[in-house]
């Protein structure tokens, strides 16, 4: 049984590490390499796969490279982790990254993403225009509500003139490592 022999030597196993987990723990290395270092390969990535984007909102396209492909499928495991430290707000997804809460606004909230017409608004766009979000219809009474909490939460939030800093939720010190 590969779980018992992956756990450790104290827990009755022999010790050997879990080659599946290890991988999605170097591929998660990628994407934090990605959003937090700046080098060649990470300015040729950008160019190619992201164009722009957001980690959160990159799709799979069929020309894609199989390591890009690779990386795409754990992109929800990295995302799990990740976390935004608002500075700016101009690299921070008001619905798809966290921000706010330990989740997106886009799973808290998913009855209000449905409608709204601009998934891939920034938190420096909407925090400069708030009028800029539109809904595809009226928002009933719960939906209202939940749409004021958002907003006056949004309303506490001033914005600095640094950059936006991801975070790992799960590291000592915010740094992504294999370990955690």
Known sequence: KWEKICKHKKK?????????????????????KLENEDGLWQQIIKFKYL???SVCTVNHRQTNSTMWSDLLK??????QGRQIEIGDGKN????????????PLCILFPELFKICEQPD????????????MTFTRWLVDDLRVDWLTILSKLDDIQLPDERDVIKWRFGTNGKFSVKS
């Open 12 to 32: 009755g196993g022999l010790g050997i590490k879990d080659v599946r987990k290890m991988n999605i723990s170097l591929l998660c290395k990628w994407w934090w």
């Open 51 to 53: 164009k722009g984007k």
């Open 74 to 79: 754990i992109r929800n495991i990295y995302l």
């Open 92 to 103: 921070t997804l008001f619905w798809k990254d966290s921000w706010l809460y330990s989740k």
């Open 121 to 132: 608004l920034t938190i420096f766009h909407l925090n400069n225009d708030i009028n800029s």
